[in-house]
């Protein structure tokens, strides 16, 4: 079973930005979809960005053009661009529909 270190996370100013990367414990290039997920306090996980082998984007209106995604043959990751502070969370990568035991996730903190 495929495990993931995430990191980047950290605190930021509203409109700063900031680099997640996620490292898996083998190739993942054949593994058709990989995706980014956060998790605020009180709230449900929820995918926000996902990306495909073949190069196919998708990302969840919440932060559709301000993150892009992108991943290579070990690893997963996310450029996030005008953070918000409602883009403070905890932040997994994972195999969106197949998900595999989450790793600790990286805390990204969005405050003045």
């Known amino acids: 079973q495929v495990q993931f270190v995430e990191s980047g996370g950290g605190l930021v100013q509203p409109g700063g930005s900031l680099r997640l990367s996620c490292a898996a414990s083998r190739s993942i290039g054949s593994i058709v979809a990989m995706g980014w997920y956060r998790q605020a306090p009180g709230n449900q996980r929820e995918l926000i960005a996902s990306m495909t082998i073949f190069g196919t984007r998708t990302y969840a209106d919440s932060v559709k053009d301000r993150v892009t995604i992108s991943r290579d043959a070990n690893a997963v990751y996310l450029q996030m661009t005008g953070l918000k502070p409602e883009d403070t969370a905890t932040y997994y990568c994972?195999?969106?529909?197949?998900?595999?035991?989450w790793g600790q996730g990286t805390q990204v903190t969005v405050s003045p």
């Open positions: 994972n195999i969106p529909g197949r998900e595999s035991a």
